[in-house]
Every structure is written in C-alpha cells, then in structure tokens.
C-alpha cells in the first residue's frame, strides 16, 4: 500500500522540485535586454566627380654619361718634364690648365732657326725689289728694243717673295710645336686614366691619356610606347627634373636637347637626351651628379582637358561603382586614359557630377541600397597636380 502511493506521489514531488528550480533560475538571472533589430543596409563614403584638365608627368630612368670623350695624344715628342698634379686618374682639371710638359729646348732651336731663315728671306726679297726698280729705271732709257720680265727681275722678285712665305710658315710651324710642348686642358675635365710620367720619352700622336669633359653631361631615356602619345608636339628645350637617389636625394635642372630618331628594335621603345650643365658642380654648391649614376627624369608631357582622377583600387574590370538618385549602386564602365603613380585618369564612361563610391561593400549587386556614412557629398577634384 505505501510503495503505490509513493508511485503516485513521485512524480508530482518530481515536477514540484523541477517548477522550483526554474523559479530559482529566472529570479537570478540578469535581464536580457530586448534584441535591436539589425541594419543590413551598407555604409559608403562618395564622392562627387568633377572633370579637371590634367598636366601629364612622363618619367624614365636612364645614365649619366659624359657629353664628351677624349684620348688625349701629343702632337710633339720628347721628353716628359712636369705634370699637373690633379692629372691623376679622377683628378678634376680646368680648362686651359697645363696638364703635362714636353722638353722644349729642341723646338726653342727650331724658333730661332725659322726666324733666322725669314730674315735672310726678307733681306734678299727687298735686295730683289731693289734691283727690279734699278731695272724699271734703266729699260725707260732703252729705245726701239723689247725689254724682257726677265730684265725687269720679276722672276726673282716673286722667287724672293715665295722664300719669305715659305719661311714664315716654317716659323708659325715651329712656334705652334713650341706652344705642343705645354699640354692644356681643352674643356673642364675628369681624368679617366693617364699612361705617362716625369722622364718618359714619348712621341707624336701617341695617346697619353683619356678624360671625360665635365662642362656638361647627358642622360639618354628610353619613352615606353604608352608615353609617347602624351610627348609635347615640339620636345626640344622642354625643362625637366634630374632625380638621383641615394643617401639623400638630390634634383638638377636639365634640358632636352634630341629625339635620337630611332626606335630601339628589342624594346620598341624611342629615346630622349637630357643635357645636364655642370653635373660635377664645379661652379655651384649643387649636389655632384657623377658619371654613372642611375637616375630619374621627369617631364611634363602634353596637357589633357577633361579628365576624372579616380584612385585606381576603385576600378576594377574597367568599371567604376556610382550611387543613383534612388541611392542604389550602379556600375560606370570607364575608359582609362593614362596611369599615373596610384592614380587612374577616365576619359569616358562618367560624366560629371557622378557620385563616386570610395568604400565599395565587400559583395556589391546592381540596385543594391547603400546609405551615406559621410556627413556631405565631396567634390573629386584633380588635386595631384598641387601635390606631385
């Protein structure tokens, strides 16, 4: 009797416990705020495009090289006497600076002896012209007879001004191998290499060293095929930036000077010189821009009129995301005019007053509703002509 009425009680008690316990719970739990309801709709930042004319920049890169190369030969020969102390090798010269001395004593002889033979030249022309006037004299007297030009000492009047020619040639000879004897500078120079020394014999014509005129300096750049349509119509003369990097950056003014005409045939790919004056600034307190350096030059190309600068992350497959007067995404396919650093400038495809989406969502759909998170519409204006 008692084990049936513990069947039934059991599972009343069993419940009684269960109702207390869930009682127990929802008094100590804490207070669950009512669940917001979530906005799905995405946040963009836009701005408002405008068309801006743009000045092109054209960069390339290329060496500085010497504008002019010269092995140095002696027109005399004799003996080494003296040399310039910076005509070492990366020695720096004047122009006009002795760089090296020839043993002159032979060729003082040889002055001496040409002014010798034109004294006694010009002595036995004015002898000639002496007697050729005694002759003059003499055939007026002379009647009813032919008077020959050999009477008259015409023959040795000429003979007599042709010796004094010959004589001071021969002295104007002697004095240029005299001045040889004393090498100069011919230009501002960097001493390459130099092959001779104090007591060395050398003769004529034979080369004795190699400088590289410092005066001024070229940079040969080749201009990529999508460049060239944005080249100025006439490019010589136009001023651009020389750009040397390295421990510190350092720009010097050049010009360009050619086109060189050709079009390389394993780069498709035409060149430009660029003349920079001074490069080891001998006569400014400019960084020197040695030979051989790797350098940029920048160039301000042809002028585009209406253009839309867009940072290039925000096209992608030739298409550009607008928001619509519904505030909806619409895509824009555009036609990319030209690439510049981060940059893409769109000739086509977007007009003005196109709001722009910076802050694409991750899924973009046609027709989708976006909401603005900028407090007001920006205009997009070319501002990279200010800030490059």
């Known amino acids: 009797m008692f084990k049936r009425s513990i069947k039934w009680i059991l599972p009343f008690a069993i419940l009684g416990v269960a109702a207390g316990g869930f009682m127990l719970v929802e ?10 309801q979530v906005d799905t709709i995405p946040r963009v930042k836009t701005q408002i495009l405008q068309a801006e004319n743009h000045q092109v920049q054209i960069s390339s890169f290329g060496e500085v090289v010497p504008l002019e190369r010269t092995a140095l030969s002696t027109q005399v020969s004799g003996e080494v006497t003296s040399w310039h102390p910076n005509f070492v090798a990366g020695g720096v010269v004047k122009r006009g600076e002795i760089l090296f001395t020839i043993e002159k004593d032979n060729y003082q002889a040889a002055v001496l002896q040409a002014q010798a033979q034109l004294a006694q030249a010009q002595a036995t022309l004015i002898e000639e012209r002496a007697k050729a006037k005694v002759a003059e004299r003499q055939a007026k007297k002379i009647k009813d007879t032919q008077v020959s030009d050999l009477y008259l000492r015409i023959p040795q009047v000429l003979s007599a001004e042709a010796s004094v020619k010959s004589a001071q040639a021969a002295l104007r000879r002697a004095n240029r191998d005299l001045a040889n004897c004393e090498v100069e500078a011919p230009y501002d120079a960097l001493v390459v290499s130099r092959s001779i020394g104090v007591g060395q014999y050398i003769t004529s014509g034979a080369q004795v060293a190699e400088l590289n005129n410092i005066e001024s300096a070229e940079v040969m750049v080749p201009i990529a095929g999508f460049d060239a349509p944005f080249l100025p119509d006439n490019i010589v003369g136009v001023k651009a930036d020389v750009i040397s990097k390295g421990r510190t950056n350092s720009v010097r003014d050049g010009v360009i000077m050619r086109d060189l005409g050709v079009v390389d045939s394993a780069t498709r790919m035409a060149n430009l010189v660029i003349r920079i004056d001074d490069p080891y600034a001998l006569k400014t307190d400019a960084k020197p821009l040695p030979f051989g350096s790797y350098v940029e030059v920048v160039f301000n190309g042809k002028q585009i009129p209406n ?21 909806k995404l619409v895509p824009k396919t555009v036609h990319v005019l030209r690439e510049e650093q981060a940059n893409f400038y769109i000739d086509s495809g977007v007009k003005d007053g196109d709001e722009l989406v910076l802050t694409v969502p991750e899924f973009p759909q046609i027709g989708m509703s976006v909401v603005r998170s900028n407090d007001r519409s920006e205009v997009l204006v070319n501002q990279g002509a200010a800030s490059e």
């Open 27 to 36: 008094q100590t739990a804490p207070e669950i705020d009512d669940q917001k």
């Open 307 to 327: 253009l839309f600068k867009v940072p290039q992350e925000l096209v992608t497959d030739d298409r550009v995301w607008i928001i619509d007067q519904e505030d």
